[in-house]
């Protein structure tokens, strides 16, 4: 089929000359966040007294977080990745620690802070978990740990994780960064393995503005943890541990103890704006999704499709293109994989097919609560339509002849 001028027909997608779907690009993320009343009452105590890092406010927010999670307790720390890193090293981690090649590269980094040697595992194409069965063939006698991430918040499989842990002796945490509020068999995430260290940077679901927490019934853990996140000293001055200042500002737990009742109400509206998605989009060809057991609560902090461009008729990259010249932004969480990136190729010692599989094409659509319906179906609506547009209309020349050039990301 030819096509005219594809500038005539109003349903032409902006990448092609059309009029774009949105006037101008808007937000691809917005933290909601609680009332500023609500932080500042218990925040002026502490602005007061003088104290203002580490104190009240903290323990207040550690117990709200142990409450809500169900677990004995709450360590507040300055980001998930001091937490990860302060937690690998309390817990004697030595050798070499498995864990996901898809996942944010602070996962890694913080093993590698501690000197160990990440061996990665390869991505489950289902859930976009760790692939457990990979974990196994790749135990040897120098590992010492596992590390899975709840990736986006969709829970691992944590009973068979624990169980593989137990049976080779091994540690078990859990990088909970995405997963605040999610549940696995209606459990809390934060219940599960040695630890599990949360985010509270402003993408997350609970936010402190900068923050970390670890969760643990392990009460040595948490008291060690106590004195590492104040340079490792619990006041000798001759430093139990090689510590970090990884403490949170009182400011910061205030704004955090202030989120916790929004939570419930934050998770129904990404799991409805995620449902959006996934029914407006399955029929179309090449679309596929990260599979969440019906038993368990996924946050959704993100929400992305899977590509196959040899089915849908383009590429992520190329989809990616196309949505921003509607002023639809996207982004790739989380490309490139460890395994391609320059700290971390020398772990790469055997494919990894699964995460190049996920990693190569999975794009990150707009997903938070002030985010509309209405939105949500117009985006809906743009991925249709480029996808019918170029399948229907555009011959393979013409398509390499788009106007828009890929914007560097
Ligand atoms: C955001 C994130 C982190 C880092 O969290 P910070 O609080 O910014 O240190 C770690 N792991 C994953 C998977 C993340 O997405």
Known sequence: MTTSSPSSNHRTPAFYGGVPAFPERFRFIAPQLPPLEEVLAPYSQAFHN?????????????????????????????????????VMRGLGMTGEVILPSFTFFAT?????????????????????????????KKIT??????????????????????????????????????????RHRNQPIGQFGDAEIFSLSPTKLLVAGEGGLVSTNNAELA??????????????YDPEWIGLNARMPEFNAALATAGIPLLAEKIARRNEIAT?????????????????DPRDTHTFKDYSIH?????????????????????????RYFYPPLHKQQHYKQFFTSPLPGTDWVAD???????????????????IDRIHLIHSFTAHRLSDTQRMEAPYVLESR
């Open 276 to 292: 959006l998605y996934t029914e407006g989009l399955r029929e179309l060809p090449g679309i596929t999704f990260q599979q969440v």
């Open 361 to 379: 094409n999975v794009l990150s659509l707009p997903i938070y609560e002030s985010l509309p319906d209405s939105t949500v179906k117009t985006i």
């Open 141 to 182: 006698s120098r590992t010492s740990a596992i590390v899975a991430v709840h990736m986006y918040g969709n829970p691992n499989d944590v009973r068979r994780l624990e169980e593989l842990a137990a049976k080779h002796g091994l540690k078990l945490i859990f990088d909970a960064a995405h997963a605040f509020g999610s």
């Open 223 to 236: 008291a060690a943890l106590r004195i590492m996140r104040n340079y490792g000293d619990s006041g000798s």
């Open 50 to 86: 003088g104290i203002i890092t580490n104190a009240k406010c903290v323990s207040q927010f550690e117990e709200a977080a142990a409450a809500y999670i169900g677990v004995r307790h709450c360590v507040a720390v300055s980001s998930c990745t001091s937490g990860l890193m302060l």
């Open 307 to 331: 590509v196959n461009s040899s089915q849908f008729g383009l590429t992520r990259d190329q989809l990616a293109q196309a949505l921003l010249a509607e002023n639809i932004e996207t982004k």
């Open 108 to 136: 890694g980094h913080a093993a590698r802070w501690n000197g160990l040697e990440p061996v990665l595992a390869d991505c489950d194409t289902a859930t976009w978990n760790i692939d457990i069965a990979d974990i196994e």
